[in-house]
């Protein structure tokens, strides 16, 4: 795994240390670490997320707005700046078109042009096209201009720009003898990558029997304008323990096509239960341990462990198992809390986990599991480096999202407050207040 | 999501590509993905890249999605 500590703080957006801010970490202090979509603390000014930007992998920390709030309207800019994918370069030899039934040339002149690309057709009564690969990622927004000409006197009578699937949506154009500029606006193709330009004849791109006729092509410019964004490092606003992960296929979304990422209308870290997770070098070695978790799960986690934190999947970890909330707060000897209520899938939560010498209990929205209190405080307890979130270390994959997760390495049954609609007291009631959980 | 499986050697290979194309920009993100080794045979599995395929000598075998086969056996607490 290449996973670490995550140290570059290069452009932090929207930092306002609004006098009179007070935070969780304020009121209750000692959390051995702390992650979260708001701020959580005065004396934090950092960033709370850095993120990366599908269009074009550029990173960027984000921070809070004058609330406290994640400041999404600096994310969804920076997320979704214009970043052109493709822009042609048909002068003679540059040409990287990919054609079918055709034939490409660039460095031509026609009607007054140089440079422009020439499509010829041939191979039959089929489908002629020439395409430009890899332009879309199914998933955003796209603004496609090009110029084209067609020279009139042929079978051909216009082009039509797809990406090889009609649901994709399709653009005819139809001007003879003249270069005319096309500007497609805002194209979400979500079943092809490919930006193709087919011969047209009337309404009809397959079969086109006109082998030798001839289309021209310059300035093909496609412009993604929406993107995702990836969380490279969850910041810890409690320490320097930031959840970090280099690795693009296992970074989280905060970004979803677009829009901030949300799990059940929460601003979440949205996590793909397959390979998504973040990892702190974060040391903990304890008997006592308190955990508050705001996440939920997909449905998935009515058949499978979904964990929404851990270091492995024997030693230390907290996860949402057939609806359970099992927390291993002691491997040797193995000590697992379990509250053994169900929680709703595809519903953000608050789970809490207590564990120390007065108290081993777990909640759900501020419900006590049914289980017997559980005194850990005699046990091995907890001994780890690295705790990852989104997973146990590359197993049990949380599918969901997760909103928030303040880990103590003490017992804080006297701060775990309770949990009423709307509010509450202490740490859980600070939690539902913010997220309007219950 | 959809996966190459094969050797260890075959999907570093893939991976070595996916970054030599990708070029990285960013100051944390350095890696397309990392191989994931079966729980109990001796091949392993790499995300598929939308739009980079393995080289044409590589055996990789294309999946739309991973067999249960390839999740680790849950331990009961």
């Given amino acids: ?438 | 999501m959809s996966w190459y499986i094969g050797t260890l050697k075959e999907v570093e290979a893939y991976n070595a590509k996916v970054n030599e194309a990708k070029a990285y920009k960013g100051s944390i993100t350095s890696n397309w993905a990392n191989p994931r080794q079966h729980p109990e045979d001796d091949y392993y599995a790499i995300i598929a890249k939308s739009g980079i395929e393995p080289d044409e000598e590589s055996s990789l075998q294309f999946v739309e999605a991973l067999g249960e086969d390839w999740t680790p056996t849950e331990e009961t607490p």
Wanted: aromatic share 8%; proline share 2%; hydrophobic share 30%.
């Fill in chain 1, 1 to 438: 795994m290449r996973l670490g500590l995550g140290l570059g703080v290069d452009s932090i957006t929207s930092q306002k240390i609004g006098a009179g801010f007070t935070g969780i970490l304020d009121e209750f202090t000692g959390a051995a670490a702390a992650y979260s979509v708001r701020r959580l603390s005065s004396t934090y000014t950092d960033g709370l997320i850095r993120v990366r930007r599908s269009s074009d992998d550029t990173e960027q920390d984000i921070g809070f707005d004058s609330n406290g709030d994640l400041d999404t309207t600096a994310l969804t800019t920076f997320v979704n700046e214009d970043v052109d994918i493709y822009t042609s370069d048909f002068t003679s030899g540059n040409e990287d078109m990919a054609e079918v039934n055709g034939t490409g040339a660039d460095g031509q002149s026609v009607a007054g042009v140089d440079d422009a690309y020439k499509f010829t057709l041939s191979g039959g009564s089929v489908a002629h096209y020439t395409r430009t690969n890899s332009a879309f990622d199914k998933v955003n927004s796209y603004d496609v201009s090009f110029d084209y000409y067609i020279p009139s006197g042929q079978t051909i009578d216009g082009i039509r720009v797809r990406t090889g699937t009609t649901s994709d949506g399709e653009y005819d154009q139809t001007t003879l003898d003249a270069w005319t500029s096309v500007a497609i606006e805002d194209w979400t193709p979500t079943s092809k990558s490919t930006c193709r330009f087919n011969a047209l004849v009337g309404s009809s791109i397959d079969p086109i029997d006109a082998d030798g006729d001839v289309f021209y092509l310059k300035n093909i410019v496609v412009t993604q304008t929406t993107a995702d964004g990836h969380v490279t490092t969850w910041y810890d606003q409690a320490g320097s323990n930031n959840a970090t992960n280099s690795t693009e296929s296992e970074q989280p979304l905060i970004v979803d096509g677009g829009s901030v990422a949300q799990f059940d209308g929460i601003n979440a870290i949205k996590t793909n239960g397959t390979s998504h997770q973040l990892a702190a070098s974060l040391s903990l070695s304890t008997t006592a341990f308190s955990s508050f978790s705001v996440a939920g799960t997909d449905g998935a986690a009515g058949t499978s462990a979904q964990a929404i934190f851990g270091s492995n999947a024997t030693a230390f970890y907290s996860q949402i198992k057939s609806y359970d909330l099992e927390t291993r707060v002691s491997s040797s000897p193995v000590l697992t809390l379990d509250d053994d209520i169900g929680n709703n899938p595809n519903q953000m939560q608050l789970f809490s986990s207590i564990n120390g010498t007065s108290e081993g209990n777990q909640y759900i929205d501020g419900t006590l599991g049914n289980r017997s209190p559980l005194d850990t405080s005699s046990s091995g307890g907890i001994s780890e480096t690295t705790v990852y979130i989104g997973s146990a270390n590359g197993q049990r994959y949380l599918g969901g999202g997760i909103s928030e997760i303040i880990l103590f390495a003490s017992e804080q049954s006297s701060n775990r407050g309770t949990v009423t609609t709307g509010g509450g007291t202490g740490i859980q009631g600070n939690i539902n207040t913010y997220f309007n959980i219950v």
